[in-house]
């Protein structure tokens, strides 16, 4: 659990993809979750907005942070769709947004009464 991610606006990224040979038509993608609080409900939500996703086989949580491996078939679903699915179901998000905004400017604010003294 990291509660110092209240600090943080959550985000998605696709790090990774990888076209299986193997089985052909099934690819497998590394997806970033930046901001999870906690390894259970964050996860599972995340893993359940993931597997929503048209073409989402499978959604397992790597435990490293904020990695999953998601496993689709036909064409790799657009980054959008990930961001979208996931953020819909981040809890308290205008918080986290807030709180993100607060945390940025408090470190700018130091930086500037930093200058003023020298």
């Not at 930046?34 to 397992?60: H, Q």
């Not at 979208?84 to 607060?102: E, K, N, P, Q, T």
Request: positive net charge.
């Amino acid at each position: 659990m990291d509660f110092r991610n209240i600090w943080v606006k959550p985000s998605v990224s696709l790090e990774i993809f990888h076209s299986d040979h193997v089985l052909p038509g099934k690819s497998v993608s590394v997806v970033k979750v930046y901001g999870l609080i906690c390894d259970s409900i964050c996860v599972r939500r995340s893993e359940i907005a993931m597997g929503n996703i048209p073409g989402v086989i499978a959604v397992n949580y790597t435990g490293d942070n904020g990695r999953f491996i998601v496993e689709h078939v036909g064409s790799m679903p657009d980054e959008n769709l990930f961001q979208d699915a996931v953020l819909s179901r981040v809890f308290l998000m205008r918080l986290r947004i807030i709180l993100h905004s607060i945390r940025l400017n408090w470190i700018n604010l130091k930086g500037l009464l930093s200058t003023i003294g020298r």
